[in-house]
């Protein structure tokens, strides 16, 4: 029998604060190698030349935003509470990844037009909405959105090889 000696401290946010953060980064490495396979794929399809810095530069851009996002140097508004700054700073990644996404349309403008568009689409899908998965927390919706987008891919995959198919038999048919 011992007297009960303690001290109670209310701590005014979660246990942990960064826990939106923490688990949207294994989404953002997912997201990484989804979107640089995707990216070469493209590039394959659409028999371009694979130049290995452009896809190094690709690779490096799509790095920023969540190396900015890991270091939490992002200004907190007085109206988001401490408690949802981890949440808030991954509802932020869109916009983050704005002067990336500029970088990657001004390094790339000498492609041709329609890889251009589409590794731009596929880097704002892969940077800036797959990452936003991890604040569901809802396991099933989650799991069935992730499966949704792994048949998107499977389906732009197929389109991209059908459309690659038709400009050869329309080039072909031309000569």
Request: with cysteine; charged share 10%.
């Amino acid at each position: 029998m011992s007297p009960v000696v303690g001290l109670d401290v209310t701590q005014g946010w979660p246990y942990a604060p960064y826990q939106a953060v923490i688990t949207a980064l294994p989404y953002i490495q997912r997201a990484f190698i989804l979107f640089m396979a995707l990216t070469v794929l493209t590039l394959l399809f659409l028999n371009l030349r694979i130049d290995a810095w452009q896809i190094l530069l690709l690779a490096a851009l799509f790095c920023l935003p969540p190396l900015v996002l890991m270091t939490g140097g992002i200004p907190l508004p007085a109206s988001v509470s401490m408690s949802n700054f981890a949440e808030y700073q991954v509802r932020l990644l869109p916009i983050i990844s704005l002067i990336p996404l500029l970088l990657v349309y001004f390094s790339f403008r000498k492609q041709p037009r329609t890889p251009l568009i589409l590794i731009l689409i596929l880097m704002v899908f892969f940077l800036c909405i797959y990452p936003q998965v991890s604040i569901i927390t809802d396991e099933q919706k989650r799991n069935a959105i992730l499966g949704s987008v792994q048949i998107a891919m499977i389906v732009y995959l197929f389109g991209l090889a059908l459309y690659n198919r038709v400009q050869g038999l329309i080039q072909n048919s031309i000569k």
